[in-house]
């Protein structure tokens, strides 16, 4: 399985922007599918995550009520639309999937359950 994320760039605070990530491969092996992002000199951290069917979501507190993460099956893809953007969300966004139809979006919170990663696609919010 491959993740191709894109959609990042430089916005100001208050914009709005829309990540979207493509699984290509054996796509059809994946179920959970989230958002994890890694600002410059931090560790990786959860953003968001979503089950195979796209009923349970789950985010991070801090993008709670400002970021909706969704999904396509039918084109393999999965979404980050992020409102109100702030500097502090400043960072590069890498996709993630799983294998495992018994990982829950709350289990997604921790990195080492991740199967699948993106290469990563940058989003710069400029005060």
């Known amino acids: 399985v491959q993740l191709q994320a894109f959609g990042g760039g430089l916005v100001q605070a208050g914009d709005s922007l829309r990540l979207s990530c493509a699984a290509s491969g054996r796509a059809g092996s994946i179920n959970g599918m989230g958002w994890f992002r890694q600002a410059p000199g931090k560790e990786r951290e959860f953003v968001a995550s979503?089950?195979?069917?796209?009923?349970?979501?789950y985010y991070a507190d801090s993008v709670k009520g400002r970021f909706t993460i969704s999904r396509n099956n039918a084109q393999n893809r999965v979404y980050l639309q992020m409102n109100s953007l702030r500097p502090e969300d400043t960072a590069v966004y890498y996709c993630?999937?799983?294998?495992?139809?018994?990982?829950?979006?709350?289990?997604?919170?921790?990195?080492?359950?991740?199967?699948?990663w993106g290469q990563g696609t940058e989003v710069t919010v400029s005060s």
């Open positions: 979503v089950n195979w069917s796209g009923t349970s979501t």
């Open positions: 993630a999937a799983v294998r495992s139809r018994g990982t829950t979006v709350q289990d997604m919170v921790d990195y080492r359950r991740i199967d699948y």
